[in-house]
Antibody
Framework: QVQLQESGPGLVKPSETLSLTCTVS????????WSWIRQPAGKGLEWIGR???????NYNPSLKSRVTMSVDTSKNQFSLNLRSVTAADTAVYFC???????????WGQGTLVTVSS | QSALTQPPSASGSLRQSVTISCTGT?????????VSWYQQHPGKAPKLMIY???KRPSGVPDRFSGSKSGNTASLTVSGLQAEDEADYYC??????????FGTGTKVSVL
C-alpha cells in the first residue's frame, strides 16, 4: 500500500518561499511520476506540477515562473518550492502519485498552508 | 491552460442515476483518451474513480462509469447511494506531461 505524507510550515509570509516535502512509503520514488496539487478553501483543484526522475519536471504554465520541484531518492521524498507567495497561494496542498503522467492514483491527506504576515 | 468546465451541482434520488459533464478543448479532453475522475468528501483527499476515460481502479463500484464524446467527457453514477454525495472533479492530460482539472461538481443525493 502506497502512502504519502506532506510536511512543511503551515504559515508563510508574503513574498517568501513556500516549501513542502512529500514522504513516500510503499513505492520507490524513482519509478513513478509525482505531482503537487492545491485547493484553496471552498474552491477546486489546481495541478501545480509533476516530477519524474527519468524525465525531469513539468509545471502548470500559470505557476511555472515561481515553482521548482525536486526528488530526493535517498529519502524517498519529493519537494515543492513556490517563490514570492501571496495570499492567493493560501490553500491545502496535496502530493500525489501518478498513473503514468495522466492521472493520480494515490494522494496524501493534504496540508494547509496559509500566506499571511 | 484553462480549467475544464463542469456544472456546479447535480442531484439524483436514491437508487437513481446522475451524469456529470466535463467540457474541455481539442488540446485536452478532445485530444487524448486520458480523462480521469475523482471523488472528494469534505475535508478528505480526492479519490480516483475513473481513469483513461472509462477504466475503473480496483475497489471502485461498477456503478461508476465514464465516457467521452469529442471535447466532453461524462461520469455517470448509477444506483445512487447516500455515500456518493460528494464533490467530483474531472482531469485531463493536456500534452507535454501537463494536467488540468475541472471546476468541480457537487453531487447531492435526494
Amino acid at each position: 500500500q502506497v502512502q504519502l505524507q506532506e510536511s512543511g510550515p503551515g504559515l508563510v509570509k508574503p513574498s517568501e518561499t513556500l516549501s513542502l516535502t512529500c514522504t513516500v512509503s510503499g513505492a520507490p520514488i524513482s519509478s513513478y511520476y509525482w505531482s503537487w496539487i492545491r485547493q484553496p478553501a471552498g474552491k477546486g483543484l489546481e495541478w501545480i506540477g509533476r516530477v519524474y526522475t527519468r524525465e525531469g519536471t513539468n509545471y502548470n504554465p500559470s505557476l511555472k515562473s515561481r515553482v521548482t520541484m525536486s526528488v530526493d531518492t535517498s529519502k524517498n521524498q519529493f519537494s515543492l518550492n513556490l517563490r514570492s507567495v501571496t495570499a492567493a497561494d493560501t490553500a491545502v496542498y496535496f502530493c500525489a502519485r501518478g498513473g503514468g503522467d495522466t492521472y493520480f492514483i494515490d494522494w496524501g491527506q493534504g496540508t494547509l498552508v496559509t500566506v499571511s504576515s | 491552460q484553462s480549467a475544464l468546465t463542469q456544472p456546479p451541482s447535480a442531484s439524483g434520488s436514491l437508487r437513481q442515476s446522475v451524469t456529470i459533464s466535463c467540457t474541455g478543448t481539442s488540446s485536452d479532453v478532445g485530444g487524448y483518451n486520458y480523462v480521469s475522475w475523482y471523488q472528494q468528501h469534505p475535508g478528505k483527499a480526492p479519490k480516483l474513480m475513473i481513469y483513461e476515460v472509462s477504466k475503473r481502479p480496483s475497489g471502485v463500484p461498477d456503478r461508476f462509469s465514464g465516457s467521452k464524446s469529442g471535447n466532453t467527457a461524462s461520469l455517470t453514477v448509477s444506483g445512487l447511494q447516500a455515500e456518493d454525495e460528494a464533490d467530483y472533479y474531472c482531469s485531463s492530460y493536456a500534452g507535454s506531461s501537463r494536467s488540468v482539472f475541472g471546476t468541480g461538481t457537487k453531487v447531492s443525493v435526494l
